[in-house]
């Protein structure tokens, strides 16, 4: 079936730097990928949702310039967490829409996220 | 827009029992679907079974099925015959759906934290 790689699984980090996390659809195409964040024991919050080639589109409350999501491609998306501080610690999960619908899973794939640590 | 209602933040079921997880949504598109999802400790979200609101059938998957029940915008999962790795976090997502294919983005429920017990 269709598989979104996400790196890193864990990350910490000190607090005002900045940390990449990848998302690569791998053997097929994501025309979307969402960006989810989490708390421990709460709901996936989605926190943007990129197109490739066009600038991502932000859920309300959610720093653009904090978050910032590039998806350059049909396979990869990174979401770049600037100046990093201790409330950013969360689990960082991405959901990627395949172009073919038919794929498994109805055309969703996620990652298996990112648990970031900011000391 | 979309909201997603899941009532019951704990369930605890014993092993090889069945168990009803609820949800209820209200959503303004004409056509749409239903996810549930399971979220292990390790946080990896696993797909389980999907409904499509004009599927004439409630989908079965295994030992999951759901309970959908349109006018009434609920689509719980029933889990049978439940197994310690059942033991995980489960959502309920609808997502917006035209001539058969989802589009859109996903918004899920609160979430309900299901224990079995041996």
């Known amino acids: 079936g269709a598989v979104v790689s996400q790196h890193p699984s864990r990350v910490i980090c000190k607090s005002g730097t900045s940390v990449k996390i990848e998302c690569r659809s791998l053997?097929?195409?994501?025309?979307?990928m969402f960006w989810y964040r989490q708390f421990p024991k709460q709901s996936l919050m989605l926190m943007a949702t990129?197109?490739?080639?066009?600038?991502?589109?932000?859920e309300q409350g959610v720093e653009k310039d904090k978050f910032l999501i590039n998806h350059a491609s049909l396979t990869l998306s990174t979401l770049t967490v600037t100046s990093a501080h201790p409330e950013d610690s969360s689990f960082y999960i991405c959901?990627?829409?395949?172009?073919?619908?038919?794929?498994?899973?109805?055309?969703?794939?996620f990652g298996s996220g990112t648990r970031l640590t900011v000391v | 827009a979309q909201k997603i209602t899941q009532t019951q933040p704990g369930m605890f079921v014993q092993e090889k029992e069945a168990v009803t997880l609820d949800c209820t949504y209200d959503?303004?598109?004409?056509?749409?679907?239903l996810f549930w999802y399971k979220q292990p400790s390790s946080g990896e979200m696993i797909f389980l079974i999907y409904?499509?609101?004009?599927?004439?059938q409630n989908a079965t998957e295994g030992r999951y099925s759901l309970n959908f029940q349109k006018a009434r915008k609920s689509a719980n999962l029933v889990i049978s015959a439940s197994q310690l790795g059942d033991s995980a976090m489960y959502f309920c997502a609808p997502v917006a759906n035209a001539g058969g294919t989802s589009y859109g983005k996903l918004t899920f429920g609160q979430g309900t934290i299901l224990t079995v017990h041996p």
């Open positions: 409904q499509g609101s004009y599927d004439q």
């Open positions: 959901s990627a829409l395949s172009r073919d619908r038919g794929l498994s899973n109805y055309g969703y794939t």
């Open positions: 959503t303004s598109d004409p056509s749409y679907g």
């Open positions: 990129s197109n490739e080639g066009s600038k991502a589109t932000y």
């Open positions: 053997d097929f195409q994501a025309t979307t």
